[in-house]
Structure formats: C-alpha cells, structure tokens
C-alpha cells in the first residue's frame, strides 16, 4: 500500500469510527419509555406497573394485571448541547473563526404497550418503542466536520412478552425484542478536498438493519404494598447496511454496532393510602462496545468505555381519587472515560422529575411527565494519526492530520404525555 492510500484509508476508517461510536455514548441510550416513569425519574419503574408500559423494563410485572391494559404516548427530547472553547488544527496550523457549536435539537420518542392476562396464571403483552437514539448537527461551516458533522441514529424495539405467576409472592417473566436501527452519519473536511484525491466529504452514510435481543424478569411481592423487580436485557450486535460510502467510494461491508446489555433492580413501598416511595438501579453494559469493525473484517478503532449505572429515587403522592402527583431524582453516570467526543458530549448527568396523572375515570387517565437533565462541563480532545509521519523526516509531515480541543456540555428538556386504559 503506498503512502497516499495509506493516508486516506487511515483519516477515513477514524472517521467512520467516530461517526458510529456514537451508539455507544451514555448519551445514546433513552430512557424515555413513558410519560409516566419520566415524571418519576423512572425510579421504581421495573415493578411499580401502573399502566402498561411496565413491560418495557420488567416483563415479569404484567403478571400484576388481572385486566387488559393498553397504553400509547409520546415524550419530547429537547437537547441543549453546547460545544465552546474550540481550538481547531488541521496538518499543525490553527484554523481560526471556530466560534461555539450549538449541536442539539428535538427528538420525539412515541411508544404503544398492550397486556392481556390469558388466565391467573398467564399474561402476555407487546409493545413498540425505543432504547436507543440520538441527534447532532454541526453547522457546514465548522471547520472540524471531520469530528462533528450529522449523526442521526434512531432505534425501534418491537417486544413480544410473556409472564407467568408461580405464587402469590412470586412471578417470572420474558421475551423476545426485535430491534431495528437505523443511521445517518455525515463526515466532511474541506481542508482535504484535492490533498486525497477525493472530495472533501470523508463519510456519508444512510443505513439501517435488524437484531434479535431477548429478556428475562422476576418480581417478588412481600405484600400488595412493597414489592421488588428484576430484569436483564440482553441487546445483540446490530449489522447496519445501505448506502455507505468513504472518500466518495462506496463500501460494500456492514458496519456492526454492539449495542449494551442492561440489568435493573427496583423497589415500590405504599406507606400509606396517601404516600409511596420507590427506587431503582440501573447497570449498562458500555465496556460491550469494546471495538469497531465491519463483517468484512475491517477493524476501524478500539474504545476505552466504561459500564454505566443509573441510581433513580422517587416518590408518589395519591391527592384523591382523580390526581397523582409524583416526582424524582436520578444520577446517571457517564460510559465516556479516556475518550471523549464533541459530536455526541458525555459526562455524568442529574434528572430532575415531576409528573402526574388524572383519572378521566375508573379505567382511563392522562399522564404527564417533565424532566430537566444536568450534565457537566467536559474537555473533549480529539486527533487524527498522521501515518506517513516520520520525525526525521520532515518531508513526511505533522505528526497529526488534524485535532481538536473544546469544552462541551449536555443539558436536555424532556416532555412527555401518554394516556392508559384497562377494560
């Protein structure tokens, strides 16, 4: 392999990788299967099982419906996503002008959830949803589009579950998810166009592909008013294809994405007829997406993510026979650790929550639910090898084709409204 291609395969390959890491941010996971976990920050929500969406985090929890339950709704991600303080070179030289990115948008989640208890032993449900998802777009001007540019990933989860009631203290439950991805990821850098041969757009990619998960989950209830829920998500490799092309050359190859495993472990307490509390943790599996190759064999880059866990507490107040009120408090710990990067900003991050739900009447209600999601100022330092340098040779160039230094922080809004029946 020469020089040049050598060049273009290694500045192309990083970028791919880049664009797609992003399926394995903390910040690429949504937890926004309801309206009425969001206004709880969804502590408690693997057991609790007021209306059908419970299925999403606990297959086992349909087994404490003793009618049909339906549920559909819609929750609205508002992302504040900043990136400042950038400090752009390209082949050792500043490119000045990089005034701060605002990258974020709004992303909307709609989901439909249906029990049906088979008999006092048997229920089974399906829901449609999503785990995964995530947007940012940098302005065309922005210099380091090389690390910026369009991500746009999307997930859909069609979930097939059954539980089953061993006792009256203990049920199990499973089931199968179908999950369908799906991407576009636009990479360009004008500083290149005519030093590769090839124009100035390193990756643009529209693809898509299907995986089959499956989880499992048990719930234990002490009485009717404390209980407890466990589950596991295994989630596969996903396989996308479509239209993929690098350096204005389409690939054949499927990109695989790994996607996380999740566990959770929650807990609901009725203190009285008018108060309860509950609680959750939450571990995602990150540490999964240790590389990033295709099913050609092409290996693109190594990862140094780190296991995530979410810690939710909440608290629901029963006003009267129409209005609940409830609120909470989550800590979600990054996946990010000695990689960071500025098209999808990850840190640590706190969810503010409060929500309610109406009764339209004894089998109908509206929920509602708003979250404020805090995350922290982060140094994101991201670089391109230079594979021809030799410091002996000054001919061979810089020892970086281009990096980037900035300060950036997520910040979201999330809306969300929803409304359930039993029959």
């Known amino acids: 392999m020469n020089k040049k291609r050598l060049f273009t395969k290694s500045i192309l390959a990083l970028t791919v990788a880049m664009a797609s890491q992003q399926a394995a941010a903390a910040g690429f996971q949504l937890n926004s299967q309801s309206a009425t976990g969001l206004g709880r920050a969804f502590a408690g929500d693997a057991v609790i099982a007021d209306n059908a969406s419970v299925l999403s985090r606990n297959a086992a929890a349909m087994a404490l419906f003793d009618a049909p339950a339906i549920s559909l709704g819609l929750n609205v991600i508002d992302t504040d996503i900043k990136v400042k303080d950038v400090d752009y070179k390209f082949a050792g030289q500043s490119i000045p002008g990089q005034g701060e990115q605002s990258v974020g948008g709004a992303s909307y989640v709609p989901n439909i959830y249906y029990i049906h208890p088979i008999n006092d032993k048997f229920t089974v449900g399906g829901g449609i949803y999503s785990n995964f998802g995530t947007k940012t777009e940098f302005d065309d001007s922005f210099a380091g589009n090389e690390y910026g540019g369009l991500t746009d990933v999307k997930s859909i989860n069609f979930a097939l579950s059954v539980a089953y009631r061993i006792n009256e203290q203990f049920s199990v439950g499973g089931g199968l998810d179908l999950i369908y991805g799906s991407g576009k990821l636009q990479r ?3 500083n290149i166009e005519g030093l590769l041969g090839a124009s100035g757009k390193l990756v643009d990619v529209d693809a898509d592909g299907y995986a089959l998960g499956w989880n499992i989950g048990s719930v234990y209830e002490l009485n009717e008013d404390n209980r407890f829920g466990l589950s596991y998500r295994f989630s596969p490799d996903l396989k996308a ?4 092309s690098m350096g204005g050359k389409k690939v054949d190859e499927k ?3 790994p996607l996380p495993d999740m566990a959770e472990f929650s807990g609901f307490h009725k203190l ?3 108060f309860a509390v509950h609680y959750s943790v939450q571990w995602i599996k990150w540490s999964e997406f240790d590389k990033l190759e295709t099913d050609g064999g092409t290996h693109l880059n190594d990862y140094n993510w780190k296991d995530g866990w979410h810690y939710a507490l909440g608290g629901t107040y029963y006003l009267n026979n129409d209005w609940e009120l409830r609120a909470g408090y989550m800590y979600d710990t990054s996946a990010q650790d000695a990689t960071t990067s500025i098209s999808v900003p990850d840190s640590d991050r706190q969810w503010l929550s409060a929500g309610f739900t109406y009764h339209i009447d004894s089998k109908s209600n509206i929920d509602f639910g708003l979250t404020y999601l805090m995350g922290k100022d982060v140094e994101a330092n991201e670089s391109t090898k230079n594979p021809m ?6 001919q061979t160039g810089p020892a970086e084709i281009s990096s980037v230094k900035a300060t950036t922080r997520a910040d ?4 969300g409204v929803q ?5």
Request: charged share 20%; net charge negative.
């Open 412 to 415: 979201a809004w999330l809306y």
């Open 188 to 190: 360009t850098n004008k």
């Open 389 to 394: 340098h030799n410091p002996q040779i000054p």
């Open 272 to 274: 009285n007829d008018q």
């Open 255 to 257: 990109l695989i994405m």
């Open 419 to 423: 409304y359930s029946r039993s029959f």
């Open 241 to 244: 294809e479509g239209d993929i």
